[in-house]
């Protein structure tokens, strides 16, 4: 879900300063994490774009971050110490994540980190690895993770491995041959896009046509006229929704009426009213709408909002994430970054006594039980790199003029290109 | 042919953008940077105005109040600055791009905006398909252009402009109002930026975004055309237009905006006074 736009240099250039600026005041390996056990409140960090591409992501998961830390405050707190939290921008770019990190850590003394999307993960994982910083994110797809977490990452939505799989089988079941593939050069949409496009090519008789495009652009006639030149029968776009608006518009415009397979990052209001909205179809993680976690979560989220909770602007997760924090630093014990990235997989996954609430999982752990939280966005349980054993898929069209789920889907493995 | 006819909407879109900024940087005599964020501006009034007040209103008054806040901004901004020379002016320029960027994001928020607007779907015409919108915005940057290079040369506010980017002093000594001048080729300028970032964002979106990414667009067409030549920039515009949009037959498309610069980088090598320069030519003749 981020972009991988703008060159290595400045991104290097963050990195040395980040790594500079660090040193003297923000947190150490030593000082793991950046926590320290001084009795004031304990600082929740969650770094999101509240500008630019994922701007429409950010109030939802924001509220969401604010229900969870209040839940936590009204159960009395971590290690008995009031959580805050401390939001700021990473302006959905890559330099804006490093130089909101830096402040998050240095200045605003955050202990955990939540919310990062795919390009800032992959930017700042060397740095969070040495600073033992315990990182959730929420909304990240990027493949990188899928082998990398467990130690100080963890995501609480699907892998873009899983996202782009799902692509390519919706593909496959309707009997579609020719694809062509649309996809912005961002960490977020090339991830899926790559996995769907190998997995797709590789059934026997099928084309891929790809036609990679840079954001920012007013215009991708040209990149359109290029992806229907082959004429396909089904076509994906992975794009952010400034350049997945105008991109669905020029295909419509060309009087093109296919099947259109789009990114997670397009499941948005926007698009519910471009002219080929009837041709959009999605697959997204979906919540648990069964959990007694989600339950309480989306009648609290209602209020807050007066909106239902949305699986395509991740909030659910985005209050999963801090939920998991406080409940494993309760069990670590201390604040000390690398011991609460340690407990994160434990009070996720089972064995353990289930969970829906802060509340109850800080009662069982006080208890000497072990716990697995189940989460209002899915069950939550973990494999050994930190990533979801189950996340729960569903496809989405736009019904009467807003994306809904109409089915669930479980994915055959047997396409992943691996297999 | 496709990607000529695509090469000539951006061209053209571009091409009103840059007169714009060449207007101002032949007379005022520095880089306007924040001519980026004024078509911002403008796409983003009109985004809002129009879908309050129907089309035509919502555009007018969204050019007109561009066109003043141009004006106001070189009366109070740059006007007492500007005998600090060019170096301020553009500084002051660069900081005056952030201020409107913060604005924007302050007044309008971030999120992506679409003008209520269908372009239609495109007419087969042999190996082309235009749709009727696409149709509409080269015929009004086509009119816009014209009105302008008829403006410039065919009226006597034109003949004052021309005095007044050909030698500032001499023209006031000739008696040319050279303050209301100047107020005139603000407001034009601006006026031109609010245009081009309207036809960019019915043809696309609206973003905050929108006036850094075409800023760049903007800055090399004028070097291409010659910054000292109105007609040379619109031409440069043009050809940068439909190089770009050409060069996806060949190349991958996330490359296009590279193939801009490439040409940039070889006309600052080769020609550095711009392909249609006019001194060039003069002295050639000479």
New interface residues.
Partial sequence: MTRRRGSVIPLLLSSLVVAACAEPGGPSAADSGGASDDGGDIVFGQLLG???DY??FSPPAIEAAQIAVDEINEAGGVLGREVTLATEDNRSTVDGAIAGYQKLVSVDGAQVLGSLESDGIVALYDTITEQQLPTICSSCGTTFLDDKGGEYFFRVTASDSDAGLIAAQLARDAGYKNMSMIVQ?TEGASGPAEVAEAAFSGIEGNEVNT????P????????V??ALSTNPDVIYVGAG??AG??IL?EI????YDVPIIVSPDLILP?TT?V?NADNLVAALGAFDVDSPTYESYAERFQERTGEEPSPGLYDANNYDQYILFALAMQAAGTTDGSEVASKIIDVASAPGTKVYSYAEGLEALENGEEINFEGASSSLDMNENGNLVSPQLSILRIVNGEWAPTESVAIDSSLRPSA | MQSLVFGLITGSLLAVATAGFALLRNTERFLHIAHGQFMALGAFLAVVLTAQWGLVPGVLVSVTVVAGAGVLCGALLFDPVKPQGGNVLLFTSIGLAWVIYALLIAVFGTEVRIFEVSLGQGWDLGPISLAPGELAILAIAALVILGLWLLLNRTGLGRSIRAVASNRELAEVRGVPVVRVSRVIWALSSALAAVAGILLGVLGTVTTELGWSNILLVLAAAVLGGTGNILGVIAASLVLGIVMDASALVIDTSYRPVVAFVILIGVLVLRPEGLFSVARRREVAA
């Fill in positions: 509240i500008t630019g701007a429409s050069n036609v990679t495009i840079e920012g652009r007013s215009s991708y006639a040209a990149e006229d290029q929704i400034e608006l105008p518009r419509h415009r060309r009087g926007e009213t002219p």
